[in-house]
């Protein structure tokens, strides 16, 4: 099956401060979601993003479907973004596969 | 748009006892999921369905897990008897036809003591 990593597998930044989580994969995909969960442990959807790049508000995201990566980018950190992010991805009817995972940690 | 529900949010148990969780997809989506999530790591597949029957259930341990979704809607997982190693959050999820964009219940925390 494919193979997701994500890293850093934890980060603790200042309250303002920019980070970029990455994600890889190792086959082709047609879908991949970036999720965030949250310390109640909701999975909140942030982007369904299989190739190129979206963003909403501080938050923006890109694929480089040939090239198995993705990237997640913050701005502007706030204490709310604190908890986890998952990437998870698939290829036509197979099952999602979620990363490892990165703990953001926000501090005021 | 409501999204979908999940109870109860929390329990405990003691190993050897069954428990059940329900869940109701976001209206209008044919598939729906159970996912379980243990402490620090991501979500594992239990079971799919594509509206009442059974897509993928190969991550699903059948000897003490079991899991329907009746009328194509709501759904139920179960655990019996249940083990220790089962604590976890067991997270619900649905999808609509075309992109499979999953959206996710705030999960039932389970802790067998």
């Known amino acids: 099956g494919i193979q997701v990593e994500q890293s850093p597998p934890d980060l603790i930044l200042q309250e303002g401060a920019n980070s970029t989580l990455r994600c890889n994969f190792s086959d082709s995909v047609n879908n991949l979601q970036w999720f965030h969960q949250n310390p109640w442990g909701q999975l909140i959807n942030l982007f369904y993003?299989?190739?190129g790049t979206k963003q909403n508000g501080r938050l923006s995201a890109t694929t480089v479907a040939t090239e198995r990566y993705s990237l997640l980018y913050i701005s502007s950190s706030q204490t709310t973004d604190s908890g986890v992010y998952f990437c998870a991805v698939n290829f036509g009817n197979e099952k999602l596969t979620f990363g490892t995972g990165t703990r953001l940690t926000i501090i005021p | 748009e409501a999204g979908v529900a999940q109870s109860p949010r929390y329990k405990i148990i003691e190993k050897r006892q069954s428990v059940a969780f329900w869940c109701n997809p976001i209206s209008g989506h044919a598939t729906l999921y159970w996912y379980q999530q243990i402490l620090g790591q991501g979500p594992k597949l239990l079971i799919q369905f594509q509206n009442n029957g059974v897509v993928d259930d190969s991550q699903l341990p059948k000897d003490r897990f079991s899991a329907e979704r009746l009328k194509g809607v709501d759904s139920t997982l179960k655990i019996q008897p249940a083990k220790l190693e089962d604590s976890a959050v067991y997270l619900c999820a649905s999808s609509s036809s075309g992109p499979n964009i999953q959206y996710f219940g705030a999960g039932t925390r389970l802790s067998v003591l």
């Open positions: 993003i299989p190739s």
